[in-house]
Structures are given as C-alpha cells and as structure tokens.
C-alpha cells in the first residue's frame, strides 16, 4: 500500500512592543501578549515561551487523547490536565529535563478503567508535540 507523505506547515509571527514584552500572532487566531518570564527579569502575568512550551505539550496530549478516545468509543464526562516542566542549566545552557503531564479522565462507567489507561497511553506515545521535544533547531536570520 502506497503512503503519500503528509507535510504541514504552521506560521506565527512575533512583534516587540516594549520592554521584554511582545505580541505572537497566527492569521485567523487572537493575538497573545508574551514576554520573558520573572525569573529571567521578565514580566508577571504574561505568558512566556517556557510556559507556551509545557502546555504546548499538554495540549497535543489533550487533543491526542481526544481523537483515539473518540475512535475507540471511550465514554468520560470530563478531562482535566495538568503539566509541569523541568528547566535547568545544563553544560552552561538552560534546557527543559522533564515534563510531567497529570491528566484526569471521569469515565462514565468505571469498568472501561483499564481502557482508558491504555488510551491515554496511546495518546502520549503518539503525541506529536511530546514527540518532538527534543528537536533540531534551524536559525534562519534576516537582518535589516
């Protein structure tokens, strides 16, 4: 059987405004004010790239999850999750070591229990964020 390569691409853009702050935006989506964080002389109450980071993991376990518990007919009546990710200097770079994801699924019946611990198993072994972390970073720079 005969697979076709599937690329797709995703564009942001980022603006300064002042300070250590800035907007991110993507064509079609509310804009979001992001800045540096606290800790690195940044700004409270902004979100910063490390937190974008962590959640973005968070969100593509959510989603995963969403899709393979749809397909396998699992019923929950919530998803709730958690995440905390792991920064620290590692050989004079800062690098996140880990990042822990907390979900918790309501089932509407108990006894799909084991099924849901194998979806959502499934959903982070195919997370493709969580699959990606650990990533080659190309720099391509204009300079005006």
């Not at 194998?118 to 990533?135: G, Q, T, V």
Request: glycine residues 6%; charged residues 25%.
């Amino acid at each position: 059987m005969e697979q076709k390569n599937k690329v797709y691409m995703y564009q942001t853009a980022v603006k300064w405004t002042e300070q250590r702050k800035g907007v991110m935006s993507c064509a079609g989506k509310p804009d979001v004010q992001v800045a540096t964080p606290p800790e690195f002389k940044g700004h409270e109450g902004m979100w910063s790239p490390e937190d974008l980071f962590v959640a973005s993991a968070n969100v593509c376990l959510m989603t995963t999850f969403l899709a393979v518990a749809e397909r396998a007919g699992l019923a929950f009546s919530s998803y709730e999750s958690t995440a905390e990710g792991r920064l620290e200097l590692v050989e004079g770079k800062f690098q996140f070591t880990a990042i822990t994801l907390k979900p918790t699924i309501t089932l509407k019946s108990a006894a799909d229990a084991g099924k849901a611990k194998e979806l959502i198993e499934k959903a982070e072994a195919n997370c493709l964020i969580s699959n990606s972390m650990k990533a080659t970073v190309t720099l391509e720079p204009v300079i005006c």
